[in-house]
């Protein structure tokens, strides 16, 4: 069978694989000043946006990496009112956030402006109006540099950004000094919640990089995933407190929260049997989590690697 290329879209999953998406419309792509950026509607999982060559979000179901993101976090801290996104692009990530009655306020800081008004305009499934609730404050710059200039503290900080790629934007968004920042911007219970890229046997150091770069600063770091689909993998994600661990929170305790703030038919995937699913890591996985190795910090190159 001869395959028409033009009508495929490429989605480049590791340094090693690329796989193909078959396309049933026309496709739009520009560049912003930090990343190559695609819009394109694919037979399998309808619209997606693609950013750097890589499937960042995917119509029929980015609520599973947005629920796994926002979820754990906010029903881990007791009564979540001020929260904090880096990142965040789309709108899911604070529309999920905004589920929340008892959140009072919002910031979300994404450095690239074209690339959210974009999708406030091309994604409205995905935001849903988030970007219209009053309690949003959206910030266009540096998320790092909002941390620093601003002491306010958050109950829950989200970070939603892009891989840690050396000439990337968000490179100085996974080191140790980085995460000290964090946690000196959260409450006392506050939580800090992470993407951690793929859970692939392939890339298992670069999660375990960063979990143990969250491990330097954090006393209680949890890894936990979900399978998505349009990422063709197992995706990782990290919850980083000072004070709760995510992991032994109870069944009754989650789904009295969920009731308590009226969630119940407002997520898809997420709930108190799922929550404890997540943070059930394989044994091959927790045991390679368990190995030394090196910690991201500022002025240093990014590598990825055990002892």
């Known amino acids: 069978m001869s395959l028409e290329f033009s009508s495929w879209l490429s989605d480049q999953t590791t340094s090693d694989e690329i796989r193909l998406l078959r396309r049933v419309g026309s496709m739009e792509a520009k560049s912003t000043q930090f990343q190559a950026m695609e819009f394109a509607k694919t037979a399998a999982y309808g619209d997606v946006l693609v950013l750097d060559d890589t499937i960042q979000s995917a119509e029929v179901d980015e609520y599973l990496?947005?629920?796994?993101?926002?979820?754990?976090?906010?029903?881990?801290?007791?009564?979540?009112?001020?929260?904090?996104?880096?990142?965040?692009?789309e709108g899911a990530t604070p529309r999920e956030v905004l589920k929340h009655p008892n959140v009072k306020t919002l910031v979300m800081v994404d450095l690239d402006r074209e690339l959210v008004e974009f999708c406030?305009?091309?994604?409205?499934?995905?935001?849903?109006?988030?970007?219209?609730?009053?309690?949003?404050?959206?910030?266009?710059?540096?998320?790092?540099?909002?941390?620093?200039?601003?002491?306010?503290?958050?109950?829950?900080?989200?970070?939603?950004?892009?891989?840690?790629?050396?000439?990337?934007?968000?490179?100085?968004?996974?080191?140790k000094q980085f995460y000290a920042l964090c946690q000196q911007r959260l409450t006392e219970s506050g939580v800090m919640a992470v993407q951690g890229f793929s859970l692939s046997p392939l890339k298992w150091t670069e999660h375990a990089t960063i979990r143990r770069t969250i491990n330097s600063v954090f006393p209680i770091v949890r890894s936990y995933?979900?399978?998505?689909?349009?990422?063709?993998?197992?995706?990782?994600?990290?919850?980083?407190?000072?004070?709760?661990?995510?992991?032994?929170?109870?069944?009754?305790?989650?789904?009295?929260?969920?009731?308590?703030?009226?969630?119940?038919?407002?997520?898809?995937?997420?709930?108190?049997?799922?929550?404890?699913?997540?943070?059930?890591?394989?044994?091959?996985?927790?045991?390679?989590?368990?190995?030394?190795?090196?910690?991201?910090?500022?002025?240093?190159?990014?590598?990825?690697?055990?002892d």
């Not at 947005?66 to 990142?87: D, F, K």
């Not at 998320?143 to 934007?169: C, M, N, S, W």
């Not at 990782?236 to 009754?252: E, H, R, V, Y």
């Open 120 to 175: 406030q305009q091309k994604l409205p499934s995905w935001h849903q109006g988030a970007f219209d609730d009053p309690r949003l404050e959206l910030l266009h710059t540096d998320g790092r540099a909002y941390l620093a200039q601003h002491e306010t503290k958050f109950d829950v900080i989200i970070l939603d950004i892009t891989d840690a790629l050396e000439e990337g934007p968000a490179i100085a968004l996974y080191t």
């Open 65 to 89: 990496y947005h629920e796994a993101l926002v979820q754990p976090a906010m029903m881990t801290h007791p009564n979540p009112q001020r929260v904090l996104i880096i990142g965040g692009g």
């Open 225 to 306: 995933s979900i399978f998505i689909p349009s990422f063709a993998c197992t995706w990782g994600f990290i919850l980083a407190t000072n004070n709760i661990d995510p992991a032994n929170l109870g069944s009754d305790e989650i789904k009295k929260k969920i009731g308590d703030r009226n969630l119940a038919d407002k997520l898809k995937a997420y709930d108190e049997v799922s929550h404890a699913g997540m943070f059930g890591l394989p044994k091959d996985l927790r045991l390679q989590l368990a190995q030394p190795g090196n910690i991201l910090e500022d002025g240093k190159p990014l590598v990825f690697e055990y």
